[in-house]
């Protein structure tokens, strides 16, 4: 897999006698074969498995298995959209039984011609469940409505089975919502559990289960918290958005309720194919309207309810306290710790906080050893008071002590609130809201901790001496507690100016979370990176500590967190950040099969077996992927400027996420120090890095190639001459190579490298075999 001799690689040749071809690169992809592909239809003897994807029509939606996350062994088989990058999804079968391996399972039409999701044993996992069909009678076909069918084979539009009649969490134009009066079936959204996890959650909406024309968002199918009000013949009276669509003649949206003999709905439908639109209950308890917008490659927010995100019952899970200003924060109360940090950090607060502290519950002690030994109450005043209050009566409601004292007696009481009469709450608390700067005020709320939570207990003596001596140092120490409190307000400010989902850590943080950098993972031109475990939960990090970069702090967090909100599959995730003085530290989602180069290159990496060549392929398909988006999908373009095996990295699944995107966008365009650092690598530089000609997006795609040659071979290249001035015009783009991986277009004959243009003469074999080294 060497390069031509002349210090060329082939795709970089060029010939004024086929300049009609395709470069050579868009051939060297052609060997790692695109999975095979099915065309629309599902049918007896033609079912679906492994990479094989069901493409509609025009196009627009495509049917497959998938991993909503990567880390994990779950796939299931679902829907998404096929011409927009993200490939968003919007239904899933199997959502209650997620498949170990799509390889050896299958989607297919069973022997009594319903729709069937097998797993590696043969086991149904999934079914139509139709009564009735005759057998070998039916195929299930995707339409470029979205919409899955299971149809007569010999007439597709008598329809016995449709997704939009079983939505999961997305409403896409056309389907219906509603209940059926005859059989009592509704049709319900319901939430994912969250962002990688499509098994049905807490949130739901459907029409009132009571019969009145409305629509009601639930927790749990029982507790309301919003409704739609009922329909007035043009909009529903709680969603005043949709009279201004139906008043506008040229809206894009049609809409209506239907209240019929057999059936009650709500449908909308968008004219013509102007935009993307769907609807969908989020996993924080919003339902949203979202319309695609190419421009910025992203989906937006175009309607959503309850507009008060606090509005949301338990958006904060149980003990989590939220505080409405603006956009609603999370956050959880004294004495307690996020439960599922890597769910937080992605927006999904449902799972709440745990305590820190186990209870002591020292309800059976005396009333004089209640006070040193027994749990204790942390007071918040203005809460709106959380839900499952319930009212004491007796004694317990005289006054707060005894109110307090009827807690403490009871195991299970984790707060109390006395307001005139006394209420307490059992188990978690749900739906706490500060009110703090609301204007309205609020209520008194106790929380119950361990003793332990709070600092010192010892005797009224004590705590004169402690007063007295606190006194005595106070001159001495005013200067630095005043000093400490400016530089912690400043710091505060800074974090409220992070933006998205990262979180700043200071750099004793990351200390312990890499137990002080212990465990060194690799490093490379930017710095070197570390092993770590968040403490809550365990879950692994990767921690990078840059090198050189000289940005000021405001410029280096504005920096960081436009690169925090560039999210792709096959790019690394950026969880957080660190700055202090000269320090800047990255925290990064952990990869547990390292980077690409210890899989390619030698038996010395511990690592056992052979990649597949489906496996390779699939790298080569995600990186080029993970670089279009870089390059023609960000606001900004990025630059890579470093694309090499040891900066792609490899989840479970052997999925690739390309590494350090960001670090040049952080390192800034001073590329003289880089280029420095990079010649080790030089074997990937693109010739332009030594001709000094400015660099472009080709730049990524030239050591793209590079890799692509030891991804095959399984071998590191030779060394690569620099020494040629051809033009780089002569590569595709990454968008290019993405089309002909996934088998979209056609791949010609590369143009004839002018190094073997001599072997056009028969007469010429022998003297360029005889000019070759021997052995």
Same mark, same amino acid.
């Given at each position: 897999?060497?390069?031509?001799?002349?210090?060329?690689?082939?795709?970089?040749?060029?010939?004024?006698?086929?300049?009609?071809?395709?470069?050579?690169?868009?051939?060297?992809?052609?060997?790692?074969?695109?999975?095979?592909?099915?065309?629309?239809?599902?049918?007896?003897?033609?079912?679906?498995?492994?990479?094989?994807?069901?493409?509609?029509?025009?196009?627009?939606?495509?049917?497959?298995?998938?991993?909503?996350?990567?880390?994990?062994?779950?796939?299931?088989?679902?829907?998404?959209?096929?011409?927009?990058?993200?490939?968003?999804?919007?239904?899933?079968?199997?959502?209650?039984?997620?498949?170990?391996?799509?390889?050896?399972?299958?989607?297919?039409?069973?022997?009594?011609?319903?729709?069937?999701?097998?797993?590696?044993?043969? /086991?149904?996992?999934?079914?139509?469940?139709?009564?009735?069909?005759?057998?070998?009678?039916?195929?299930?076909? +995707?339409?470029?409505?979205?919409?899955?069918?299971?149809?007569?084979?010999?007439?597709?539009?008598?329809?016995?089975?449709?997704?939009?009649?079983?939505?999961?969490?997305?409403?896409?134009?056309?389907?219906?919502?509603?209940?059926?009066?005859?059989?009592?079936?509704?049709?319900?959204?319901?939430? &994912?559990?969250?962002?990688?996890?499509?098994?049905?959650?807490?949130?739901?909406?459907?029409?009132?289960?009571?019969?009145?024309?409305?629509?009601?968002?639930?927790?749990?199918?029982?507790?309301?918290?919003?409704?739609?009000?009922?329909?007035?013949?043009?909009?529903?009276?709680?969603?005043?958005?949709?009279?201004?669509?139906? !008043?506008?003649?040229?809206?894009?949206?049609?809409?209506?309720?239907?209240?019929?003999?057999?059936?009650?709905?709500?449908?909308?439908?968008?004219?013509?194919?102007?935009?993307?639109?769907?609807?969908?209950?989020?996993?924080?308890?919003?339902?949203?309207?979202?319309? &695609?917008? @190419?421009?910025?490659?992203?989906?937006?927010?175009? &309607?959503?309810?309850?507009?008060?995100?606090?509005?949301?019952?338990?958006?904060?899970?149980?003990?989590?306290?939220?505080?409405?200003?603006?956009?609603?924060?999370?956050?959880?109360?004294?004495?307690?710790?996020?439960?599922?940090?890597?769910?937080?950090?992605?927006?999904?607060?449902?799972?709440?906080?745990?305590?820190?502290?186990?209870?002591?519950? #020292?309800?059976?002690?005396?009333?004089?050893?209640?006070?040193?030994?027994?749990?204790?109450?942390?007071?918040?005043?203005?809460?709106?008071?959380?839900?499952?209050?319930?009212?004491?009566?007796?004694?317990?409601?005289?006054? !707060?002590? @005894?109110?307090?004292?009827?807690?403490?007696?009871?195991?299970?009481?984790?707060?109390?609130?006395?307001?005139?009469?006394?209420?307490?709450?059992?188990?978690?608390?749900?739906?706490?809201?500060?009110?703090?700067?609301?204007?309205?005020?609020?209520?008194?709320?106790?929380?119950?901790?361990?003793?332990?939570?709070?600092?010192?207990?010892?005797?009224?003596?004590?705590?004169?001496?402690?007063?007295?001596?606190?006194?005595?140092?106070?001159?001495?120490?005013?200067?630095?507690?005043?000093? $400490?409190?400016?530089?912690?307000? *400043?710091?505060?400010?800074?974090?409220?100016?992070?933006?998205?989902?990262?979180?700043?850590?200071?750099?004793? @943080?990351?200390?312990?979370?890499?137990?002080?950098?212990?465990?060194?993972?690799?490093?490379?031109?930017?710095?070197?990176?570390?092993?770590?475990?968040?403490? !809550?939960?365990?879950?692994?990090?990767?921690?990078?500590?840059?090198?050189?970069?000289?940005? #000021?702090?405001?410029?280096?967090?504005?920096?960081?967190?436009?690169?925090?909100?560039?999210?792709?599959?096959?790019?690394?995730?950026?969880?957080?950040?660190?700055?202090?003085?000269?320090?800047?530290?990255?925290?990064?989602?952990?990869?547990?099969?390292?980077?690409?180069?210890?899989?390619?290159?030698?038996?010395?990496?511990?690592?056992?077996?052979?990649?597949? &060549?489906?496996?390779?392929?699939?790298?080569?398909?995600?990186?080029?992927?993970?670089?279009?988006?870089?390059?023609?999908?960000?606001?900004?373009?990025? +630059?890579?400027?470093? +694309?090499?095996?040891?900066?792609?990295?490899?989840?479970?699944?052997?999925?690739?996420?390309?590494?350090?995107?960001?670090?040049?966008?952080?390192?800034?365009?001073?590329?003289?120090?880089?280029?420095?650092?990079?010649?080790?690598?030089?074997?990937?530089?693109?010739?332009?890095?030594?001709?000094?000609?400015?660099?472009?997006?080709?730049?990524?795609?030239?050591?793209?190639?590079?890799?692509?040659?030891?991804?095959?071979?399984? *071998?590191?290249?030779?060394?690569?001459?620099?020494?040629?001035?051809?033009?780089?015009?002569?590569?595709?783009?990454?968008?290019?190579?993405?089309?002909?991986?996934?088998?979209? $277009?056609?791949?010609?004959?590369?143009? +004839?490298?002018?190094?073997?243009?001599?072997?056009?003469?028969? /007469?010429?074999?022998?003297?360029?075999?005889?000019?070759?080294?021997?052995?």
């Amino acid at each position: 897999m060497a390069a031509a001799r002349g210090g060329r690689p082939w795709w970089w040749s060029s010939s004024s006698s086929s300049s009609s071809c395709a470069p050579l690169l868009l051939v060297l992809l052609s060997c790692l074969a695109p999975p095979s592909r099915a065309a629309d239809t599902v049918a007896v003897g033609r079912p679906l498995s492994g990479g094989q994807v069901l493409v509609s029509k025009a196009g627009k939606f495509a049917l497959g298995f998938f991993q909503p996350d990567n880390s994990s062994q779950q796939w299931y088989v679902g829907i998404w959209y096929n011409k927009i990058p993200d490939h968003t999804k919007v239904w899933v079968a199997n959502r209650r039984a997620p498949l170990s391996d799509p390889d050896t399972s299958q989607l297919s039409i069973a022997s009594d011609g319903n729709m069937v999701l097998l797993d590696r044993a043969r /086991s149904p996992v999934w079914s139509t469940n139709v009564t009735g069909i005759a057998a070998n009678s039916t195929v299930a076909v +995707i339409l470029d409505t979205g919409n899955l069918v299971l149809a007569d084979a010999s007439n597709t539009s008598a329809v016995l089975w449709q997704s939009f009649d079983h939505f999961g969490d997305t409403w896409l134009p056309g389907g219906k919502l509603g209940r059926n009066k005859r059989t009592g079936e509704v049709t319900r959204l319901v939430a &994912w559990r969250s962002y990688t996890d499509p098994a049905p959650g807490m949130f739901s909406l459907e029409l009132d289960p009571g019969g009145a024309s409305q629509y009601v968002m639930s927790w749990n199918g029982s507790r309301q918290y919003w409704s739609s009000g009922n329909w007035t013949g043009d909009m529903f009276s709680s969603v005043p958005e949709m009279m201004a669509s139906s !008043a506008d003649p040229l809206s894009l949206y049609t809409f209506n309720y239907v209240d019929a003999e057999n059936e009650s709905y709500f449908f909308y439908d968008v004219k013509g194919e102007v935009v993307l639109t769907r609807f969908v209950v989020d996993v924080t308890g919003q339902i949203k309207f979202m319309t &695609w917008v @190419d421009s910025a490659a992203q989906w937006v927010l175009f &309607w959503s309810e309850p507009k008060a995100q606090g509005d949301v019952h338990s958006l904060c899970g149980p003990f989590g306290v939220c505080a409405d200003s603006g956009q609603p924060a999370c956050s959880c109360l004294r004495g307690f710790h996020v439960r599922r940090p890597q769910q937080w950090l992605q927006g999904d607060h449902t799972a709440g906080c745990a305590r820190s502290t186990a209870l002591q519950c #020292g309800g059976g002690a005396q009333p004089a050893e209640r006070k040193t030994k027994s749990d204790r109450f942390f007071t918040m005043p203005d809460v709106n008071l959380p839900a499952g209050g319930v009212s004491a009566a007796g004694a317990a409601a005289s006054s !707060a002590h @005894d109110c307090e004292l009827a807690c403490l007696a009871n195991c299970s009481c984790s707060a109390y609130s006395y307001n005139g009469s006394c209420s307490l709450w059992h188990g978690d608390l749900i739906s706490l809201r500060d009110m703090t700067g609301a204007g309205n005020g609020g209520y008194r709320i106790s929380i119950r901790l361990a003793a332990s939570e709070f600092s010192g207990s010892g005797s009224t003596k004590k705590l004169i001496i402690g007063v007295v001596v606190a006194g005595v140092v106070a001159a001495v120490t005013l200067a630095v507690v005043v000093t $400490v409190l400016v530089r912690r307000r *400043r710091r505060t400010k800074a974090l409220r100016r992070v933006e998205g989902s990262l979180m700043a850590f200071t750099y004793r @943080d990351l200390q312990l979370v890499t137990k002080n950098f212990s465990e060194k993972l690799g490093g490379g031109a930017f710095g070197s990176v570390f092993k770590g475990s968040l403490p !809550a939960d365990g879950t692994p990090v990767a921690v990078k500590k840059l090198e050189g970069v000289r940005q #000021g702090e405001k410029q280096f967090r504005a920096e960081v967190s436009t690169i925090g909100t560039i999210q792709h599959v096959n790019l690394i995730r950026l969880l957080g950040f660190c700055t202090e003085g000269t320090r800047r530290l990255l925290m990064y989602e952990h990869m547990p099969n390292g980077s690409l180069d210890r899989h390619l290159f030698g038996s010395s990496s511990g690592h056992g077996g052979v990649l597949s &060549w489906e496996t390779r392929y699939q790298i080569a398909l995600g990186v080029a992927r993970g670089l279009d988006y870089l390059h023609e999908k960000c606001r900004d373009c990025i +630059i890579h400027c470093d +694309i090499k095996p040891e900066n792609i990295l490899l989840n479970d699944a052997f999925a690739a996420k390309v590494a350090d995107f960001g670090l040049a966008k952080l390192m800034g365009r001073d590329f003289s120090r880089v280029l420095t650092t990079m010649r080790g690598t030089v074997g990937y530089l693109a010739p332009e890095w030594i001709s000094g000609t400015a660099i472009t997006t080709k730049a990524d795609v030239f050591s793209y190639g590079m890799m692509l040659f030891e991804v095959i071979s399984g *071998r590191r290249n030779v060394g690569q001459g620099q020494d040629s001035a051809d033009a780089e015009g002569a590569r595709p783009t990454m968008g290019m190579v993405v089309q002909a991986l996934e088998g979209l $277009v056609d791949v010609n004959a590369p143009p +004839i490298p002018r190094s073997f243009n001599v072997l056009g003469d028969a /007469s010429n074999y022998v003297k360029f075999f005889s000019a070759l080294p021997s052995g």
